[in-house]
C-alpha cells in the first residue's frame, strides 16, 4: 500500500481526497506555518488551505501533497496581503501587504529581495502590480517567453523558501 505522506490519488471524490490529505498532513501544515507567520495567522491560513481543497476540481494525482500543500499556503497568503494592499502605495511599500500580519510581511519581503533582479522585476510587476505578461515585456524589453522563464523561476524561488 502506498505511503500517504508521499502521494495521493486523482481527487475524483474531493472531499474524500481532501479528508486523506488532512488527516496525513494537517499537523505539519500547521506547524511549518507557525513557525513561519505566528500562530494566529498559521491557523487562518491552514484553515483557508484546506477550505481551497475542498473546492479543488478532480483532477490528476498530488505526488507530492507537502511540496503542494506549502503551495497552496504560500498563494493564499499573498493573495491575503494583495487585497490589504492601498493602491496608492509605492512598489517597495506593497510588498508589505497592507494590514497583514508583521511575519508574514517580513517573510515575503525577505523572499523577494533575494532573487535576482529581472526574477524579482517580473514577480513584482505581475502579483503586485496586475500587470499580464504582455505588458511586463513590452515594459521591460523582453519577450512574453522571458517573462514567463523569469516568472517561473521567481515562484520556483518562492516555493523552495517557504520550504525552507
Known sequence: ????ARSLPPAADAPAATET?????????????RRRFGVEVAEELVQDVWLRL??????????SPRAFLLTVAARLSMDQAR????????????????????AERLLL?????????????????SRFEGLTYES?????????????WRMSKAL???AARLRD
Open 136 to 148: 511586463i515585456a513590452e515594459r521591460l524589453g523582453v519577450s512574453v517567453k522571458t517573462v514567463e
Open 83 to 102: 487585497r490589504a494592499r492601498p493602491e496608492t502605495r509605492e512598489r517597495d511599500d506593497e510588498i508589505d501587504g497592507g494590514q497583514a500580519d508583521q
Open 21 to 33: 490529505l488532512y488527516r496525513a498532513h494537517s499537523g505539519w501544515l500547521l506547524r511549518r506555518l
Open 109 to 125: 519581503k525577505q523572499i523577494v529581495r533575494e532573487m535576482p533582479p529581472p526574477l524579482r522585476d517580473v514577480f513584482l510587476l
Open 1 to 4: 500500500m502506498p505511503d500517504p
Open 54 to 63: 475542498l473546492g479543488r476540481p478532480g483532477g490528476g494525482a498530488i505526488r
Open 156 to 158: 520556483a524561488h518562492c
